[in-house]
Each structure stands twice: as structure tokens, then as C-alpha cells.
């Protein structure tokens, strides 16, 4: 029987998976060539994308608003703080520009600008999809150099060099880069139930997988188990890898996995969790279409959670 066959609800195309699909280039090569960067910011063709702190500014329209700004415009709406190069976008150059977080507010005031937060953009579909990737991609470069704007080997002020991709410590010569943490995010599987947790920040209605940060000297499996064990009490065997997404909430990398789970009695963090359940396949299905008959819901498609969850539910067998 196949997977479609033995739902109970039709769950439709599969969605896109939200900063994926990047069309940026990001020609690296190019980040030491200060003429060329110069020639493409005074370029009326370049793309710009204006950020104030968790703000992104948008050209007003319709419905789907225009995050794309032409040079002379972003100087026009504040001082900048950074400017980052982050390739090519269908042969023009992109750039991220930070603002003040107090610009941006101000520039609320305007009718023809729409400040809103990367996150509701992506869930709102505020913007065309493509543009999310180098959204992403700006957000967590800008707000790596706000947090580190001082040497962390001698507490002297940096200068941002290679088109904002390195900081330079002009007193000791340290380097520094920009980095991103690894977080996994699993969906731990008992034949057909599937285990979901509630964190206190969620919606009250919403469940999700399990999530925690890869630990310094841990392989991606181990971490997967040793977060499952820690947060539900359920030991894993095996951990299948089914893909990643970066997640500019600041800036980590979330690696989705299916996790074998070797017992089904919980024992909840309550720390980290607020709830803690099994569900079956019906069940995800119906959340997944918000048609659960207790109003439970999963994450959107523009999260990696609500994929991991839906590979689960359209599986007609085994899944390891």
C-alpha cells in the first residue's frame, strides 16, 4: 500500500523548506578585491538587503512586499553600521547592510516601507521565496559582527575585513571568523508512534521534535541520542540523516534526523519541556493540517521540524 494510500488526510505537494535552495554565488574569490566591491555598491543593478537588529526593512507592496534596495536608496534610509557581500544573486552582486535597531523603528513611520522580523516574514510568506536564503544569509553575518566587534584573545576593537567574512584583531593579529552552530533535531520513531515535546516558548498548541546544540567533541548521532536520553528518558539505536537547514535565530545549522527508539516509557526534563507525548501517524497527519480534533498543531512548513515530522508520516514502511 502506498504511503498516500494509508493516510487518512491527503497532505498535499511537499513544501518548499524555508533558507534553503540558495540561488546565491558566493564567489569568495572575490571578497579580497576591494575595487571590484567598491564598483559593485555604487552599481545601480546590485541588490541590497537593509537589516536593523531582528528587523529586515521591505519596499511596501501588495501582498508579497520587495526586500531588494538599490544602493543610493539603502544610504538613504539610515547611517549604516556593516556591509557584508554575500555574492552573486542571478549575476548582480548582493549585499547585507545593518542599521541601528532604533533606525529601523523609526523608519516605521514611513507608509511605503513595511519593518518586520525575518521569522514573520518566512512564516507570512512576505517576500518571494528565493529571497529568504540571502536573507538568512545577511541576518547572521550582521549579527555576528554586533556581538563581536572586540578581539576575544586581547579585548582590543576589531576591524572587519574580506567583505565582512573576517575580523582582524590589529593589536595581537588574531583572526576571527564568523561561526555557526550545529544543532540536531529528531523525531525519536516506536513502530508507528512518533515523539513530540512541547517547549514552554511554543504556541499552546503546537508540538514539535526534539532539538539540542551538537556539544564540542560529540558526532552528530551521538548528540541525537544523548539529547533524546537527556530531555524524554528514551534510549536510540540507530539515527538516520535526512537533511539540514540554516536557521538565522541567531545562526546555527539545523541537522534533521529520525532516531530509533529502543523504549517508550518517558521521564520529561522539565526544564527544557513543558510536555512530552507519543503520537501516532494519524494523529501527525491531522496536526500537520491543523485538523486534530484537540487543536494540535506541528510547525510550519518553513520549518525543518515539520518536514522531519511529514517524512515520518508518508513513510509506508520501515524507515531505517
Avoid at 205 to 211: D, G, K, N, P, R
Wanted: with cysteine; hydrophobic share 45%; proline share 6%.
Amino acid at each position: 500500500m502506498s504511503a498516500s494510500m494509508s493516510l487518512p488526510f491527503d497532505l498535499g505537494p511537499r513544501p518548499h523548506l524555508g533558507y534553503t535552495q540558495s540561488r546565491i554565488d558566493r564567489v569568495a574569490e572575490r571578497r579580497l578585491d576591494g575595487d571590484w566591491l567598491a564598483a559593485r555598491m555604487a552599481d545601480v543593478a546590485s541588490r541590497i538587503y537593509v537589516i536593523g537588529g531582528e528587523m529586515i526593512v521591505l519596499k511596501k507592496r501588495d501582498t508579497v512586499h520587495d526586500p531588494d534596495f538599490e544602493p543610493h536608496e539603502a544610504r538613504a534610509l539610515a547611517p549604516h553600521t556593516e556591509t557584508v557581500f554575500l555574492g552573486m544573486f542571478d549575476g548582480h552582486a548582493c549585499f547585507g547592510v545593518g542599521i541601528l535597531p532604533a533606525a529601523a523603528e523609526a523608519l516605521k513611520a514611513r507608509g511605503d516601507l513595511v519593518i518586520t522580523d525575518l521569522r514573520s516574514i518566512a512564516i507570512q510568506g512576505l517576500v518571494a521565496a528565493e529571497h529568504l536564503p540571502p536573507l538568512a544569509e545577511a541576518k547572521a553575518m550582521l549579527h555576528w559582527h554586533a556581538r563581536h566587534r572586540f578581539c576575544s584573545n586581547c579585548g582590543a576593537a576589531t576591524s572587519m575585513v574580506e567583505a565582512g567574512w573576517k575580523r582582524s584583531c590589529p593589536n595581537c593579529k588574531a583572526e576571527h571568523f564568523p561561526r555557526t552552530d550545529p544543532v540536531v533535531i529528531m523525531l525519536s520513531v516506536s513502530g508507528d508512534k512518533g515523539l513530540l515535546g512541547r517547549s514552554g516558548r511554543f504556541a499552546a498548541t503546537m508540538w514539535s521534535c526534539l532539538a539540542g546544540f551538537v556539544e564540542p567533541g560529540e558526532a552528530i548521532e551521538d548528540a541525537v541520542r544523548r539529547e533524546t536520553l537527556e530531555e524524554a528518558g528514551v534510549r536510540c539505536g540507530r539515527v538516520k540523516y535526512l537533511y539540514s537547514q540554516p536557521w538565522p535565530f541567531p545562526m546555527s545549522l539545523m541537522i534533521g534526523a529520525h532516531a530509533e527508539a529502543l523504549n517508550e516509557d518517558l521521564t520529561m526534563d522539565k526544564n527544557e519541556l513543558v510536555g512530552l507525548r507519543w503520537f501516532s501517524k494519524d494523529e501527525c497527519a491531522a496536526m500537520l493540517l491543523r485538523k486534530h480534533p484537540e487543536g494540535l498543531t506541528c510547525p510550519p512548513p518553513v520549518a525543518i521540524a515539520h518536514h522531519i515530522i511529514r517524512s515520518w508520516v508518508e513513510s509506508d514502511g520501515a524507515i531505517f
